[in-house]
């Protein structure tokens, strides 16, 4: 069985004033009426009990403290009357509005307001007098008002908590975002660390593997002085990736995102470390226009080329790793080509992020990739990656 909850201090402390306030008032012979059935003034103190003791239910049940306060106060009429008692009939009133179920408050303030048009109607045609005005006013200040009253309170209690959740949702999916923003730029700052670095780290170790395979000094010198290459253009890399995190300094100067221009630059620089592995590089653009594009999907391109070309250093057998650029219509193509190696080959180590990384960017483009073996005939074997990214149409308005 479930016990009644405890009475907040409140309920408590609105029980205990009524009651000694009641009492007091009978002792100095204060009453509301005359001439009753019951005509002492201590006949009043039992009706003050009862409902100072419906206080204590005015959180927890107050619909059964409503109800057994209306019929403590209709006994009350019988006696002289207290004006304690009253009073705490109207808080009960306005307690079952502000605590009732939403039901109940809504149905008490509309039968408060019939019952006292009814008591003053009732009154007028009993008394034929203006007098009776004066008992329909009194009836609609013990019922009605307190219950119009209850109604405000529990609309601003409602507008209060109904602000309060929507400022706890906005708060939740502000922090969402934010997750999903940090999600996002981690993604993008670990494409951008692979992307720019994997290369030069991937040229290091094939050329230390090959000075500490080959005991030839001009071997050795070759392999150190590719070596040394790609490690102060790595580390310009990552210098420039630490520029790019220290976003708090006002005065850094922003970092340019490498475009196709600089594919000529970085093929030489391929072919400088593909030599001793015996392999070519070659570029051929194809493209009819010639004009830059929007920086997203030049960056994109300039890393799928990056990042096949390393790929290419590390996989590839001997041959020749082709480069093309096409466009057609809102397709930018990219496709690099290169001889799949049928042996083992030493490799660096760290395999299948440059590939996610790729397909992580045409995605964010809306593009197309694929990466794979393909058929040539009675020719090796061939590995190609080729993209498709949309390019924006500039439109000239007259």
Known sequence: MLLPARPHRHDVLIAVIGLFSGVSLAAVGLATQTGRLFDSLWATLPPLAVMSSLELLRRSAPRTALVIGTLTLAVDQFTPGNLATVLMFTDLVYAA????SPAAARRIPVTTFLIT??????FLA????????LIGIVSGLVSFGPAITGVSVRNHRDAAETAQLRAEQTALL????????????????A????????????????HSTAALSIDEPSTSRDALGVIRQNSVEGLAEMQRLIGLLRTGSKGAEPSV?????????????????????GL???????????GALPTPVELAAYRIVQESLTNALKHAAPGQVGVRLGRAGRLLTVEVTSVLADRPEPRAPGAGAGLVGMQERVALL??????????TGDGPKIWRVRAELPVEERTVKG
């Open 126 to 133: 009993w008394f034929r007098s203006p007098e009776a005005l």
């Open 117 to 122: 048009v009814a008591v003053t109607i009732g």
């Open 191 to 206: 494409r951008e660390l692979h992307d720019m670095v994997a290369n030069h780290l991937s040229a290091i170790a094939i």
């Open 257 to 277: 995102a490498p475009t196709l221009a600089a594919l000529d630059a970085l093929i030489e620089q391929t072919r400088t470390v593909a030599a001793s592995s």
């Open 280 to 290: 070519t590089c070659t570029l051929e653009d194809t493209r009819s226009e010639q």
């Open 366 to 375: 809306g593009g197309e990739i694929a990466a794979g073996p393909v058929t």
């Open 97 to 100: 509005v502000v605590y009732g």
């Open 174 to 189: 502000a922090e969402m975002d934010r997750t999903q923003a940090v999600t996002a730029e981690r993604a993008r700052m």
